[in-house]
């Protein structure tokens, strides 16, 4: 059985103040020489793979298996409890205070106690975390029983809190149901005729008191904001956006909160922008989050990475492939950076979609091609359309390298696998025709111009009949392929000059 | 009350092993001023609050110190005892921090032990705590109809659980 490398994962995830916290904390228990689980520390810090071996022959423990699995539970456990101890945020401050009220009851210091549960009573409600705002109420009860006070309005409040999150979890089940449908597939045709995609769009705001509804309006607007993405409504979807950053301008002790979100508005906002053809805005709008993760610390690699994988999107969407390949090192080296649990297979799909890309943009396609069989030979799946398209940028591949042989032989299973994940939209269908047609002939490389331009005209029809392709043509501009074709221009100027070099100096 | 008086009578209802426990982590704290120990050293004798005689060791730092002294001793009382609740609450405190850092895999490992804890005990602020984080997680997982039915079952249980808290205030 391979060894969990769970610890491994963990000390380098440490970043150098947790690492040297640690180092510090490791002297408590120090008895002469230095521990067995610092050493231990020590070595997994200097190795780039994780190798178990190495460590057991390092530590003398190579009679003794049980004993170097049980130090590397100990150390694990020991690193876990340091991060606890260190961590200075909200929640893990207000359960403290919780845990030290309860035991402050049982020595019978009740007046302490008190103290203590009215501030994390004050914590819970400022963040509105309902949880752990009932768990202070709770103690709160036992303190004001032991006194003999009335508990009524303690009870009442209880009650309030609880009504509270009933409606903050409709909402969050809305969001995370809708999130779920969005992610699967933009291929919905009458979107709001669907059930998850309806009854949002038809909601309205249940709670209204601003002392209980933060969260609830958080996921309120996050959920709306996926139905008007969806639909393409993009002003409302901006509107939502904008919503958002007034509530966190309102309500800034709610970042460390809802960190996520707040990473996800900002996001959004670029998203959206790009999706509105304001390219430039979006290009600053990814900047000002990267400075909002400079300004807060963060230092989780994964949330750079997902900043990378936005610009790279944006510089593809609007033809400057060019300026993508300038950050392509960057883009590479932060992922390199991710621990192996911080790659998913969401991230790892947007990843090789994305440069292959920005490689097919600056017709470098044996790059393109590399990127686009990481995706379908490793089956890296998450999102349907993604999975999709990468078969088809294949074949384009396949055809622009002049691989005449392997593309007939290959567009019968992208036929068949496409058909399988009901993928077969007209555009693709198109597509696949004239490969087909392209591949009989020997030298695929010299077809001529007006088969290109009958299947140009083709897709446009298309477009007319259906706006669904749209959303094929948003994955891989087919269009401007086939206009670089047609016109004997590169890829990029005719993807420049269809964004009106929006990024023109 | 005065945070001395506060400390002085919370230190005499520790007992010789957690006062035990306060003086070594005083004594390995890095960065920790020596006169913390002195001065934690004459409160510990102390029968009656005699604060110039802790003032003298303490020097102008007395207010700092005091104040330090009676957080560190509630965080060492609460490091030094964990009930179950209390056992819970820090492997919340775990989870968060492993998510952090991406350790998807091993946050939800102590999700799933935490979770049934949680259940088996009707700890229902608590289970909602870790439910949270669990739902957090199921969002990276790929986007499928079974993992629309996982959220559907979590949302209901938590939707029964306050049925049943607002049952129990009503009784």
Same mark, same amino acid.
């Given at each position: 059985?391979?060894?969990?490398?769970?610890?491994?994962? *963990?000390?380098?995830?440490?970043?150098?103040?947790?690492?040297?916290?640690?180092?510090?904390?490791?002297?408590?228990?120090?008895?002469?020489?230095?521990?067995?689980?610092? !050493?231990?520390?020590?070595?997994?810090?200097?190795?780039?793979?994780?190798?178990?071996?190495?460590?057991?022959?390092?530590?003398?423990?190579? #009679?003794?298996?049980?004993?170097?699995?049980?130090?590397?539970?100990?150390?694990?456990?020991?690193?876990?409890?340091? *991060?606890?101890?260190?961590?200075?945020? /909200?929640?893990?401050?207000?359960?403290?205070?919780?845990?030290?009220?309860?035991?402050?009851?049982?020595?019978?210091?009740?007046?302490?106690?008190?103290?203590?549960?009215?501030?994390?009573?004050?914590?819970?409600?400022?963040?509105?975390?309902?949880?752990?705002?009932?768990?202070?109420?709770?103690?709160?009860?036992?303190?004001?029983?032991?006194?003999?006070?009335? /508990?009524?309005?303690?009870?009442?409040?209880?009650?309030?809190?609880?009504?509270?999150?009933?409606? %903050?979890?409709?909402?969050?089940?809305?969001?995370?149901?809708?999130?779920?449908?969005?992610?699967?597939?933009?291929? $919905?045709?009458?979107?709001?005729?669907?059930?998850?995609?309806?009854?949002?769009?038809?909601?309205?705001?249940?709670?209204?008191?601003?002392?209980?509804?933060?969260?609830?309006?958080?996921?309120?607007?996050?959920?709306?904001?996926?139905?008007?993405?969806?639909?393409?409504?993009?002003?409302?979807?901006?509107?939502?956006?904008?919503?958002? =950053?007034?509530?966190?301008?309102?309500?800034?002790?709610?970042?460390?909160?809802?960190?996520?979100?707040?990473?996800?508005?900002?996001?959004?906002?670029?998203?959206?922008?790009?999706?509105?053809?304001?390219? +430039?805005?979006?290009?600053?709008? $990814?900047?000002?989050?990267?400075?909002?993760?400079?300004?807060?610390?963060? #230092?989780?690699?994964?949330?750079?990475?997902?900043?990378?994988?936005?610009? !790279?999107?944006?510089?593809?969407?609007?033809?400057?492939?060019?300026?993508?390949?300038?950050?392509?090192?960057?883009?590479?080296?932060?992922?390199?950076?991710?621990?192996?649990?911080?790659?998913?297979?969401?991230?790892?799909?947007?990843?090789?979609?994305?440069?292959?890309?920005?490689? %097919?943009?600056?017709?470098?396609?044996?790059?393109?091609?590399?990127? $686009?069989?990481?995706?379908?030979?490793?089956?890296?799946?998450?999102?349907?359309?993604?999975?999709?398209?990468?078969?088809?940028?294949?074949?384009?591949?396949?055809?622009?390298?002049?691989?005449?042989?392997?593309?007939?032989?290959?567009?019968?299973?992208?036929?068949?696998?496409?058909?399988?994940?009901?993928?077969? #939209?007209?555009?693709?269908?198109?597509?696949?025709?004239?490969?087909?047609? +392209?591949?009989?002939?020997?030298?695929?490389?010299?077809?001529?111009?007006?088969?290109?331009?009958?299947?140009?005209?083709?897709? #446009?029809?298309?477009?007319?009949?259906?706006? !669904?392709?749209?959303?094929?043509?948003?994955? %891989?501009?087919? *269009?401007?392929?086939?206009?670089?074709?047609?016109?004997?221009?590169?890829?990029?100027?005719?993807?420049?000059?269809?964004?009106?070099?929006? =990024?023109?100096? | &009350?005065?945070?001395?008086?506060?400390?002085?009578?919370?230190?005499?209802?520790?007992?010789?092993?957690?006062?035990?426990?306060?003086?070594?982590?005083?004594?390995?704290?890095?960065?920790?001023?020596?006169?913390?120990?002195?001065?934690?050293?004459?409160?510990?004798?102390?029968?009656?609050?005699?604060?110039?005689?802790?003032?003298?060791?303490?020097?102008?730092?007395?207010?700092?110190?005091?104040?330090?002294?009676?957080?560190?001793?509630?965080?060492?009382?609460?490091?030094?005892?964990?009930?179950?609740? &209390?056992?819970?609450?820090?492997?919340?405190?775990?989870?968060?921090?492993?998510?952090?850092?991406?350790?998807?895999?091993?946050?939800?490992?102590?999700?799933?032990?935490?979770?049934?804890?949680?259940?088996?005990?009707?700890?229902?602020?608590?289970?909602?705590?870790?439910?949270?984080?669990?739902?957090?997680?199921?969002?990276?997982?790929?986007?499928?109809?079974?993992? &629309?039915?996982?959220?559907?079952?979590?949302?209901?249980?938590?939707?029964?659980?306050?049925?049943?808290?607002?049952?129990?205030?009503?009784?």
């Amino acid at each position: 059985m391979k060894p969990s490398e769970n610890l491994y994962d *963990l000390i380098k995830s440490l970043t150098t103040d947790d690492t040297n916290f640690i180092k510090s904390s490791s002297q408590f228990h120090i008895k002469g020489k230095e521990n067995k689980y610092a !050493i231990l520390f020590g070595e997994i810090e200097k190795q780039d793979v994780y190798d178990e071996t190495d460590l057991i022959a390092k530590l003398n423990y190579t #009679e003794d298996l049980n004993k170097f699995a049980f130090l590397k539970n100990y150390l694990y456990n020991f690193i876990l409890d340091n *991060l606890e101890g260190k961590n200075t945020f /909200v929640r893990k401050k207000i359960r403290s205070k919780i845990n030290q009220a309860e035991l402050l009851i049982q020595k019978g210091l009740f007046d302490m106690a008190a103290e203590l549960i009215d501030s994390a009573e004050e914590d819970s409600s400022k963040t509105q975390l309902f949880d752990l705002w009932i768990a202070s109420l709770s103690i709160k009860k036992i303190i004001a029983l032991h006194y003999r006070k009335p /508990v009524a309005a303690i009870d009442k409040e209880v009650q309030k809190i609880l009504k509270a999150k009933k409606s %903050f979890l409709h909402y969050r089940r809305l969001f995370c149901l809708v999130r779920v449908k969005h992610h699967q597939s933009a291929f $919905i045709r009458d979107i709001e005729q669907m059930k998850e995609f309806k009854e949002v769009h038809e909601e309205e705001l249940l709670e209204s008191d601003p002392a209980y509804n933060f969260h609830h309006k958080l996921f309120f607007y996050l959920s709306k904001g996926i139905v008007y993405y969806a639909k393409k409504d993009f002003a409302k979807s901006l509107i939502l956006v904008n919503e958002l =950053l007034k509530m966190w301008d309102k309500y800034p002790w709610m970042i460390e909160v809802r960190f996520s979100a707040y990473f996800n508005t900002f996001f959004n906002k670029a998203q959206i922008e790009s999706n509105f053809k304001q390219f +430039s805005k979006a290009i600053n709008s $990814i900047r000002e989050l990267n400075n909002k993760l400079n300004e807060l610390n963060k #230092e989780n690699p994964f949330e750079r990475y997902m900043v990378y994988n936005l610009w !790279i999107r944006v510089y593809n969407m609007c033809g400057y492939f060019d300026e993508a390949l300038k950050i392509i090192d960057e883009y590479k080296s932060t992922r390199d950076s991710l621990q192996r649990g911080n790659i998913n297979p969401y991230s790892e799909q947007l990843y090789h979609f994305y440069v292959a890309n920005v490689y %097919f943009g600056v017709s470098d396609f044996k790059s393109a091609n590399k990127h $686009i069989n990481e995706i379908i030979n490793n089956s890296i799946e998450y999102n349907n359309d993604v999975t999709c398209i990468a078969q088809l940028m294949s074949l384009v591949i396949h055809y622009e390298l002049g691989n005449s042989d392997l593309l007939a032989y290959r567009i019968k299973s992208v036929f068949r696998f496409l058909n399988k994940r009901d993928c077969l #939209e007209l555009t693709i269908n198109h597509v696949l025709d004239f490969l087909r047609r +392209s591949a009989k002939v020997k030298n695929s490389t010299k077809t001529d111009k007006d088969r290109f331009i009958e299947l140009r005209a083709q897709i #446009e029809q298309d477009l007319k009949i259906d706006p !669904i392709q749209k959303d094929v043509i948003e994955y %891989f501009d087919i *269009l401007s392929w086939l206009d670089s074709r047609i016109e004997n221009i590169p890829f990029i100027e005719i993807a420049k000059a269809k964004s009106g070099h929006a =990024l023109k100096a | &009350m005065a945070t001395s008086e506060q400390l002085h009578r919370l230190i005499s209802h520790f007992t010789s092993s957690e006062k035990g426990y306060i003086k070594k982590y005083l004594n390995i704290d890095p960065v920790g001023n020596k006169k913390n120990i002195l001065v934690f050293d004459v409160l510990e004798k102390q029968k009656v609050l005699n604060e110039p005689a802790l003032k003298q060791k303490a020097g102008k730092e007395y207010a700092a110190i005091i104040d330090f002294l009676f957080s560190t001793a509630l965080n060492c009382l609460e490091n030094y005892h964990k009930n179950e609740k &209390m056992g819970i609450r820090s492997s919340l405190n775990q989870i968060e921090i492993l998510i952090e850092k991406n350790l998807y895999l091993q946050a939800e490992k102590i999700i799933s032990k935490v979770k049934t804890l949680t259940e088996k005990n009707n700890y229902y602020d608590l289970y909602s705590e870790v439910a949270e984080w669990e739902i957090t997680l199921l969002g990276s997982k790929p986007p499928s109809d079974e993992l &629309m039915k996982v959220f559907d079952r979590i949302f209901d249980k938590l939707e029964k659980d306050i049925s049943k808290q607002e049952k129990a205030i009503d009784s």
